[in-house]
């Protein structure tokens, strides 16, 4: 089992920047992809971003590449989100995730999430 919390989440103005936590206990940290999906009202949870167990490989959505970075620290069994140049349509509840494969964009091959944390972007 892994037990994910996720922090750093709030409001910002649009073009603001906000840095998201996910702090990991329980199994291993290491052996686990860590991805970032995000829910707004009303739609589908959605994939952001993933980094793969050694953090050496790490892909995006189109629609964060070049505004949001993924980071992991094995020592700290935490992965970060750095959001800049947020927008409007940012806004959502972001989840952390852990899974047990290489690297996936797939909601459905990950096997723990957090409760999330709210991100809102004001115009």
């Known amino acids: 089992q892994v037990q994910l919390v996720e922090s750093g989440g709030g409001l910002v103005q649009a073009g603001g920047s906000l840095r998201l936590s996910c702090a990991a206990s329980?199994?291993?940290?290491?052996?686990?992809?860590m991805g970032w999906f995000r829910q707004a009202p009303g739609q589908e949870r959605e994939f952001v971003a993933v980094?793969?167990?050694?953090?050496?490989?790490?892909y995006y959505s189109d629609s964060v590449k070049g505004r949001f970075a993924i980071s992991r620290d094995n020592a700290k069994n935490t992965v970060y989100l750095q959001m800049d140049s947020l927008k409007p349509e940012d806004t959502a509840v972001y989840y952390c995730a852990a899974s047990s494969r290489f690297v996936t964009r797939i909601r459905t091959e990950y096997d723990y999430w957090g409760p999330g944390t709210q991100v809102t972007v004001s115009s």
């Open positions: 980094i793969a167990r050694s953090g050496g490989i790490s």
């Open positions: 329980g199994r291993t940290f290491s052996i686990y992809a």
